[in-house]
Nanobody
Framework: LQLEESGGGLVHNGGSLTLSCTASGFTLENYAIAWFRQAPGKEREGVSCIFGNDGSTYYIDAVKRRFTISRDNAKNAVYLRITDLKPDDTGVYYC???????????????????WGQGTQVTVSS
C-alpha cells in the first residue's frame, strides 16, 4: 500500500496550486484520504479529507474557503486545490489513507495507517 504526493513547489503569495496524491496497492473506493500539512517547527495538522465511497468532503475551518479536495477513482488519485496561497501555508503536505471502517477522528494523524513521503509547498511573500 503506497501513497505518493506531487505538485508542490515555490509559489508567490496569492498564487494557486494543485497537489496530487496517487494510490497504489489499494483502491480509493474503500478508503478515506486526508491531507495533512506540517509547517516548520509546528505539529502536523489535518486540513481536508475525502471519502472514497461517496465523495464526502471535510475541511478544517481555517482552510475551507481556499482549499478544495477532490478525487478521481478511475485514476486512483486525490487532489487538493489551494488558492490564494499565503506564507502561512508553507510546509510539507502529506496525504494519508485509512480504510472506511466506521467513525473516527478525521484529522487525527494516528488514525491513518498509510502515508506518503510529502511534497514541499513554499509560499513567498
Amino acid at each position: 500500500l503506497q501513497l505518493e504526493e506531487s505538485g508542490g513547489g515555490l509559489v508567490h503569495n496569492g498564487g494557486s496550486l494543485t497537489l496530487s496524491c496517487t494510490a497504489s496497492g489499494f483502491t480509493l473506493e474503500n478508503y478515506a484520504i486526508a491531507w495533512f500539512r506540517q509547517a516548520p517547527g509546528k505539529e502536523r495538522e489535518g486540513v481536508s479529507c475525502i471519502f472514497g465511497n461517496d465523495g464526502s468532503t471535510y475541511y478544517i475551518d481555517a482552510v475551507k474557503r481556499r482549499f478544495t479536495i477532490s478525487r478521481d477513482n478511475a485514476k486512483n488519485a486525490v487532489y487538493l486545490r489551494i488558492t490564494d496561497l499565503k506564507p502561512d501555508d508553507t510546509g510539507v503536505y502529506y496525504c494519508a489513507g485509512r480504510q472506511l471502517t466506521g467513525a473516527y477522528y478525521l484529522f487525527r494523524a494516528e488514525e491513518y495507517g498509510v502515508w506518503g513521503q510529502g511534497t514541499q509547498v513554499t509560499v513567498s511573500s
